[in-house]
């Protein structure tokens, strides 16, 4: 990987790519720390250091590089435009018009780009509004911190900071549609990376001043052994043969390559980890807004909490597969796959083009959904389980959803560097 950046740094185009990047993320960490006009920045660090160990905000404040619980200008961080592309993932399934929209090509897409930046702005709006309703009363936004958070709160004060933002969230949507445009690999992954490294240092800085050089040892060790499971199957696929007949067009001879469709073990990423924790995460919102204290609440707060409850684990686990075989299925559809390789004279050897090939793809699909679920659940809870044994409960966010983006991401960037500079060696090759 050094080899490759050295390299891409010695190509002019590549390195301008790299500086875009570079810039940007820089701009993005900065914006993070900024807090945002009307907030009292000496109460919100009081509170942080308080409640520094509540992972009630954990996987949203993970997404934002810790800027949610500063109420930083990029406070909101890339949480609404995810939310906003998953939900237009799932309508796409429902809706006709939308799914018209998707077998148009590019021309679609770009309608539904356009929608995502629409309800993005809108889910801004929204979680902006309740992150400061929240953090208008004492308590209520950092449990059992009884700062004023804001001390001014008129209309006029109120209505600029949900302007902030919301203006820092859609800003934070242009960086990652820009680097994806004009730099190196997908904008908004590499937001996300950059978020969740960011935390790290600080992470490990207080596991070793808390619990020592002994439990930071084994707190790395056990990154390390996830990362290398992880390495491992997110490589792994399944490669279905594909055959293309020969057809003749005028006076030229088309077809008769052969490729191959690759079906990866893990083919939903992180979504079902992040639809998993979300779900889990509901009861202990509607706690923390309710401020009860009956039965039910106690029993969230005993079950449903820190995340090294059996129940918690036990949930967790199941939901996982659940939105893992639910995710597979609607972004994976068999039938057009089939129907795509049928049009253009393609089948897979030993098996009719159509619908028998169609099913084969369910087939071998669901047989590779079981481990690619199972392992997506093991991963997701063996950090919960090995840390909480450690002493560190959900305090060290270095878990199973960080993993799996981290690994993920940098996979993805370290390909799409290699295969542009693999692209330009040939150009420097056909030029000489």
């Known amino acids: 990987m050094f080899t490759a950046l050295a390299t891409a740094f010695r190509t002019p185009d590549l390195r301008k790519k790299i500086f875009i990047v570079l810039g940007l993320i820089a701009i993005y960490r900065l914006g993070a720390m900024v807090p945002t006009p009307g907030v009292d920045y000496t109460s919100v660090q009081k509170c942080l250091n308080l409640v520094q160990d509540n992972s009630l905000y954990g996987l949203i404040n993970l997404f934002s590089g810790g800027a949610l619980l500063q109420i930083s200008v990029f406070a909101l961080g890339i949480m609404p435009y995810i939310t906003a592309s998953i939900i237009l993932q799932l309508l796409v399934v429902v809706i006709p018009r939308l799914e018209a929209l998707k077998k148009e090509g590019q021309s679609g897409q ?6 995502t930046r629409y309800l993005t702005l809108a889910l801004a709006i929204l979680q902006s509004t309740t992150i400061l ?11 059992g911190c009884n700062e004023q958070l804001i001390p001014n709160q008129s209309l006029p004060v109120i209505l600029a900071m949900i302007v902030v933002l919301t203006t820092g969230c859609m800003i934070i949507m242009w960086f990652g549609e820009i680097i994806t445009e004009k730099g190196i690999g997908n904008g908004m992954s590499l937001l996300i990376f950059v978020s969740i490294i ?7 800085a207080n596991v070793f001043t808390s619990s020592g050089p002994l439990i930071l040892t084994g707190v790395v060790v056990i990154g390390l052994l996830v990362v290398a499971a992880v390495v491992f199957v997110e490589q792994a696929q399944r490669r279905i043969p594909v055959q293309y007949a020969k057809r003749m067009v005028g006076s030229r001879q088309y077809g008769g390559a052969s490729t191959y469709i690759p079906l990866k073990v893990n083919m939903a990423g992180v979504i079902p980890v992040i639809f998993a924790a979300s779900l889990l995460y509901i009861p202990q919102l509607i706690v923390q807004l309710t401020g009860s204290q009956d039965e039910w609440a106690q029993w969230i707060s005993q079950n449903l909490t820190t995340g090294t409850e059996p129940l918690y684990l036990v949930c967790y686990f199941f939901l996982i597969i659940f939105f893992c075989y639910f995710y597979v299925t609607i972004t ?3 039938v057009e796959v089939a129907d795509n390789m049928k049009k253009y004279g393609g089948f897979v050897p030993g098996i009719r083009a159509g619908r028998p090939t169609a099913e084969y793809l369910s087939y071998v699909l669901s047989r590779l959904t079981f481990p690619g679920s199972l392992y997506l659940a093991v991963i997701a809870i063996i950090p919960f389980i090995a840390f909480g044994g450690l002493g560190l409960g959900q305090s060290f966010l270095f878990g199973g959803t960080s993993l799996l ?6 996979l993805d960037f370290v390909k799409q560097l290699e295969s542009q500079l693999q692209q330009r060696s040939y150009e420097g090759f056909l030029d000489k």
């Open 110 to 115: 770009a309608k539904i780009t356009q929608y």
């Open 133 to 143: 309703t929240l953090a208008r009363e004492p308590g209520r936004l950092f449990q």
């Open 198 to 204: 960011a935390t790290m240092p600080g992470q490990f």
């Open 332 to 334: 994976f559809d068999p």
């Open 405 to 410: 983006i981290i690994v993920g991401v940098g």
